[in-house]
């Protein structure tokens, strides 16, 4: 360790890191815009200038390394003027739209306003005439409320390796644009949003179908089903103040049936569904010499990636719909029958963590007979968004259970939240298929936790299995290029588009950090270790519909409304 002087205190720090990283270590408040945990600095933004004794001018925090005796002051009138300026500067070319805005009292830049005392418009220039692109079904790309922070170009590119957008210009004619100028719609933006979660202002956003929701439940003529994401549960209460790793199921259930739901559903019932034919599938895959490794299929911005930049290996893909589209499915089928309604007199909402679903349930492989799955897509944030706009009192309701025949779960179902779970929820069956016997352990420590990618071998039926585990399309690709070159032998990949999976998707609330992407996690395995049902097959509901309509995992019946198909993609470049 070395020492430090920072506001005339001293203190320690870590030889070669960045003076940010020891500031925030400090609990010193020092705001960012391009900033983003884990990359290496770009020092773009320069509103975490600081002053540094002996050098002249004030220097980004984020991209100065600390050296021994440095002498920092964190807040002088020299270092505050200048973060206003730098604010007072972008403001003068961003709308003045805030009351119509849909990041009002969540916007970055619109705090850093009130924090810094920006109280008059000093700056006035030419504000760039930029359109707003509104093809894409999952994202809205608004280029006038852009402040060219980098962040959504860099994880992108750096974290996603997708590279569907860039700085494109240069000087005041700079701003984030995709390959020829298209929309989203046509460019290689597999929907994953995690540029959303990164972007400080409303420059980038999810497409919202709040409005098509309400008017379907004021609808007379609809029976308006909703179901929920295993991750939903366990992070919707930090919308409400809650700390991360709080269970809201059964508020958010309550929540639901008083905005007019006419059925509550979970998503973690198809999650055990989706384990009953991809476990069944692995196994037939590897008794009769099918396509290996097999690799999971409930990311649709990991599918679409697959589709994009590795056609070849589209045979390799699960035919399995992913849980909201195996449960729209039922729910138009099975259900329909139950309760004698059409299935066009449904109206079928989930509330998921991830904006790729809203281009899943608009894809044609995914409907029956015309009819989709899927009607409308919410993200964890417009959930909550309609439950203030309801007038509800989250926090204050009483806890309620979801409906049958689709509210029982297993607590493999809910591990599907996590990178990882759905590798350990699959290996459980999959076990108890080729043996006929339950594993020792249900735990995989092994692709348990953060890492990007986790790899094990696993004994099933005297054969040795090996396994992969990768979240961030980032770590995909590396897993893909391991396993085309032959660095990697493995029988079993799971591949969740977001880091950490489903609990940090695109949909969810913003502002998290690792620690809380932990939080959630460590929930998740609460759940799993306190509850009694720890695999698919063993849940009633599901032996249920097997036994009263599907017949068998694959069998005919399943096969036709729970499996699809893939194709090739073109893409820009």
């Not at 390959?179 to 460019?187: C, M, R, T």
């Not at 933006?189 to 202002?201: L, Y």
Request: glycine share 8%; hydrophobic share 35%.
């Amino acid at each position: 360790m070395i020492k430090i002087e920072v506001n005339n205190k001293t203190t320690e720090a870590k030889p070669g890191e960045y003076l940010l990283t020891t500031l925030k270590r400090l609990n010193i408040k020092i705001p960012t815009f391009c900033h983003i945990e884990g990359l290496n600095p770009s020092g773009a933004c320069r509103m975490c200038s600081v002053e540094v004794e002996g050098i002249p001018g004030t220097v980004p925090a984020c991209a100065f390394p600390v050296y021994d005796g440095m002498k920092v002051q964190t807040h002088t009138a020299k270092v505050v003027n200048a973060r206003k300026t730098i604010l007072e500067l972008l403001l003068s070319n961003h709308p003045d739209d805030c009351l119509y805005c849909v990041r009002n009292g969540n916007c970055e830049l619109q705090t850093l306003a009130m924090e810094l005392g920006v109280s008059e418009r000093r700056f006035y220039g030419e504000k760039n005439n930029h359109k707003l692109d509104t093809g894409s079904p999952a994202i809205v790309r608004d280029p006038a409320k852009c402040i060219l922070c980098g962040k959504c170009v860099r994880v992108c590119e750096e974290i996603q390796s997708v590279s569907a957008i860039e700085i494109i210009g240069r000087g005041s004619r700079a701003y984030v644009g995709t390959a020829f100028d298209e929309g989203l719609n046509i460019s290689s933006c597999i929907n994953c949003g995690q540029c959303i979660n990164v972007c400080p202002t409303a420059a980038l956003t999810e497409q919202s179908y709040i409005m098509e929701v309400l008017n379907a439940i004021h609808n007379p003529k609809k029976v308006v089903v909703v179901q929920h994401a295993p991750s939903v549960s366990v992070t919707l209460g930090e919308e409400f103040g809650l700390k991360a790793g709080t269970d809201v199921n059964g508020l958010m259930t309550a929540a639901m049936r008083k905005i007019g739901f006419n059925f509550v559903f979970e998503t973690s019932f198809s999650a055990d569904l989706t384990i009953m034919e991809e476990a069944s599938e692995l196994a037939h895959r590897i008794k009769t010499g099918g396509a290996l490794p097999m690799m999971t299929s409930c990311s649709p911005g990991w599918v679409k990636f697959v589709e994009q930049f590795y056609p070849e290996m589209i045979p390799n893909l699960s035919t399995c719909k992913s849980p909201q589209e195996m449960l729209g499915a039922v729910i138009k089928s099975y259900f329909a029958e139950k309760q004698k309604i059409s299935p066009d007199d449904i109206y079928s909402v989930s509330i998921m963590p991830c904006t790729a679903k809203k281009f899943e349930a608009g894809r044609p492989e995914l409907s029956n007979s015309g009819i989709p799955d899927i009607d409308a897509v919410l993200t964890v944030r417009e959930f909550a968004k309609l439950i203030r706009m309801m007038g509800i009192d989250f926090k204050q309701l009483e806890a309620e259970f979801p409906d049958n025949p689709f509210g029982d779960r297993s607590t493999a179902g809910k591990l599907f939240a996590s990178s990882g779970g759905v590798m350990e929820a699959a290996l459980r069956s999959a076990h108890y298929f080729l043996t006929g016997k339950e594993m020792d352990n249900y735990i995989v420590n092994e692709v348990r936790g953060q890492d990007g990618i986790k790899t094990a071998t696993v004994k099933v039926a005297g054969q040795e299995l090996g396994i992969a585990v990768a979240s961030g399309l980032g770590n995909a690709r590396k897993v893909i290029e391991m396993i085309k070159s032959g660095a990697m032998n493995v029988h079993f990949v799971e591949i969740m588009s977001c880091s950490g999976g489903c609990i940090n998707g695109g949909g969810q609330p913003l502002k998290a950090c690792t620690e809380d992407i932990i939080q959630r996690m460590k929930l998740l395995y609460k759940i799993d270790k306190e509850e009694q049902i720890n695999v698919s097959h063993k849940n009633p509901s599901i032996v249920r519909l097997y036994e009263e309509y599907l017949g068998e995992p694959l069998g005919e019946k399943s096969h036709h409304l729970l499996h699809t198909h893939y194709h090739k993609r073109d893409v820009m470049i």
